[in-house]
T-cell receptor, first 114, second 112 residues
């Protein structure tokens, strides 16, 4: 079984501040991990993914995430928030079984204050 | 490159009416999915398909039916719409179950 917990359904930061969105997962086998972003009135877009190899993964728009096996975490960060980063962010988990589908977290809405 | 296309984008129905939501993908993906998204509840999987001619139930299948007669299309049907089915519906597709899913822009459905 696999599951994802995103701590904080809403996160608010000031423009220029660090963005930290938390994701913890549960998986009985080595996980594949994803972060998606959803802008208003749009579908989800892939930000970044981790499958194997380097544990620090860089994505689009300056975001990155680090896979920490000991903490079962895959937190998303960005050094300096921009107004355009305001969106909802979803973490998802699966594994190396091609038939195993993604399980999504409940989402975190990021608000960026001027 | 269209990706995943959903039609219609908006629809208002009366209780008891039926309708079909269409999803088309041009990426030759095997897997296709229908989700609903409601405030505070994230994405919930309604039905999915692992290939042409196959369908399976997801987390919240009641009140919905699906068909995958062609690989590129995945249809979601509401036989008798209820107000509880007011939601935003997303279609997605992927090569395999554990590959990134590609999403459409959603269909906003209101049932009065």
């Amino acid at each position: 079984a696999q599951s994802v917990t995103q701590l904080g359904s809403h996160v608010s930061v000031s423009e220029g501040a660090l963005v930290l969105l938390r994701c913890n997962y549960s998986s009985s086998v080595p996980p594949y991990l994803f972060w998606y972003v959803q802008y208003p009135n749009q579908g989800l877009q892939l930000l970044l993914k981790y499958t194997t190899g380097a544990t620090l993964v860089k994505g689009i728009n300056g975001f990155e995430a680090e896979f920490k096996k000991s903490e079962t975490s895959f937190h998303l960060t960005k050094p300096s928030a921009h107004m355009s980063d305001a969106a909802e962010y979803f973490c998802a988990v699966t594994n190396n079984n091609a038939g195993n589908m993604l399980t999504f977290g409940g989402g975190t809405r990021l608000m960026v204050k001027p | 490159n269209a990706g995943v296309t959903q039609t219609p984008k908006f629809r208002v129905l009366k209780t008891g009416q039926s309708m079909t939501l269409l999803c088309a993908q041009d990426m030759n993906h095997e897997y296709m999915y229908w989700y609903r998204q409601d405030p505070g509840m994230g994405l919930r999987l309604i039905h999915y398909s692992v290939g042409e001619g196959t369908t399976a139930k997801g987390e919240v299948p009641d009140g919905y039916n699906v068909s995958r007669l062609k690989k590129q299309n995945f249809l979601l049907g509401l036989e008798s719409a209820a107000p509880s089915q007011t939601s935003v519906y997303f279609c997605a597709s992927s090569y395999t179950g554990n590959q990134p899913q590609h999403f459409g822009d959603g269909t906003r459905l209101s049932i009065l």
